[in-house]
């Protein structure tokens, strides 16, 4: 009976330690060249011709910026020139990816349309190419 029980915490040891980490699952579906085909804020469709490029040593490249990112649990982190964008996954395949965040300043996305301390959710669809 005990040699059983070793057994059984022995096999239960090994399967947790050869257990696949979602988290690397996540990031690993995140590199490579993400095109966007579509953003809306505040439900409305916003003309947008942009790329994210995510790189496996944790760069990335957006446009015209070049920083850090960091994947925490359902959000992605890009970092650059001592600011942070947080974005909300809301889903994520091996051809889509589709990010949500909010935000208050219009002009951080040259939308100089959109009054200034208006309240933005911002929906954005890629692809992966």
């Not at 040891?13 to 050869?18: T, V």
């Not at 995510?54 to 960091?70: A, N, P, R, V």
Request: glycine share 6%; hydrophobic share 35%; net charge neutral.
């Amino acid at each position: 009976m005990k040699l059983t029980g070793r057994l059984l915490v022995g096999f239960a040891l090994l399967m947790f330690a050869c257990a696949e980490d979602p988290q690397l699952n996540r990031e690993s579906e995140l590199l490579g060249f993400w095109e966007y085909q579509t953003m809306t804020v505040n439900n409305q469709v916003k003309e947008f011709s942009n790329f994210l490029n995510i790189s496996e040593d944790k760069t990335y490249d957006q446009c015209y910026l070049t920083g850090e990112w960091k994947l925490k649990g359902d959000r992605l982190e890009l970092k650059f020139g001592g600011r942070v964008k947080s974005y909300q996954i809301v889903h994520l395949s091996s051809t889509r990816l589709v990010l949500k965040t909010s935000a208050v300043n219009g002009n951080d996305y040259n939308y100089s349309d959109i009054p200034e301390g208006t309240r933005l959710t911002i929906v954005q669809e890629l692809s992966k190419k």
